[in-house]
T-cell receptor, first 114, second 110 residues
Framework: DAGITQSPRHKVTETGTPVTLRCHQT?????MYWYRQDPGHGLRLIHY???????DKGEVSDGYSVSRSKTEDFLLTLESATSSQTSVYFC?????????????FGPGTRLTVT | GDSVTQMEGPVTLSEEAFLTINCTYT??????LFWYVQYPGEGLQLLLK?????DKGSNKGFEATYRKETTSFHLEKGSVQVSDSAVYFC?????????FGKGTKLTVNP
């Protein structure tokens, strides 16, 4: 299994509070991704990173920010959580060599915003 | 832009039945194609992959063939088990990002 961990695994927070989710990898892969999974929507890309300090938006980036100061860590921040951000969040990693962009996923973080 | 369309579920089968989950794609160039599986409460796991036309990916009794002429990558298994109950996602590599289908939930009854 790819070495990807996510923390916390479960979190309940109140509307308006900031929340940071962490993804940590031990594979030294260049690319890291944050997705959200919601019923009826499948997986949707929030943000991704193609290197330290290099990030780009995905299809549902509003209300989210990311940072990557080290190869192994990719942080997702909800500046002011809303109930619509209740979801399961997955981190993934990939490389551009081998089978390009084949992604490996973390176990997920279930976030509930009350 | 690139897109993936897979058959909507849910799909319910009896143990030892034959499984097909259809997946078609729209893309420029020749993307790599993937099937991922998600068991309840877990993240996505790569099930199989194919990187060029006519490639057949296989794993755990599942197979899928990259058909360029029909832009398809259908998932098949000859005899499903209760343990195959999960959600299956078809995906293509559109550059550095994956494009996913919406997923097909499979339930296998004993």
């Amino acid at each position: 299994d790819a070495g990807i961990t996510q923390s916390p695994r479960h979190k309940v927070t109140e509307t308006g509070t900031p929340v940071t989710l962490r993804c940590h990898q031990t594979e030294n892969h260049r690319y890291m991704y944050w997705y959200r999974q919601d019923p009826g929507h499948g997986l949707r890309l929030i943000h991704y990173s193609y290197g330290v300090k290099d990030t780009d938006k995905g299809e549902v980036s509003d209300g989210y920010s990311v940072s990557r100061s080290k190869t192994e860590d990719f942080l997702l921040t909800l500046e002011s959580a809303t109930s619509s951000q209740t979801s399961v969040y997955f981190c993934a990693i990939s490389e551009s060599t081998g089978v390009p962009y084949e992604q490996y996923f973390g176990p997920g973080t279930r976030l509930t915003v009350t | 832009g690139d897109s993936v369309t897979q058959m909507e579920g849910p799909v319910t089968l009896s143990e030892e039945a034959f499984l097909t989950i259809n997946c078609t794609y729209t893309a420029t160039g020749y993307p790599s194609l993937f099937w991922y599986v998600q068991y309840p409460g877990e993240g996505l796991q790569l099930l199989l992959k194919a990187t060029k036309a006519d490639d057949k990916g296989s794993n755990k009794g599942f197979e899928a063939t990259y058909r360029k002429e029909t832009t398809s990558f259908h998932l098949e298994k000859g005899s499903v088990q209760v343990s195959d109950s999960a959600v299956y996602f078809c995906a293509l590599a559109g550059g550095e990002k994956l494009v996913f289908g919406k997923g097909t939930k499979l339930t296998v009854n004993p």
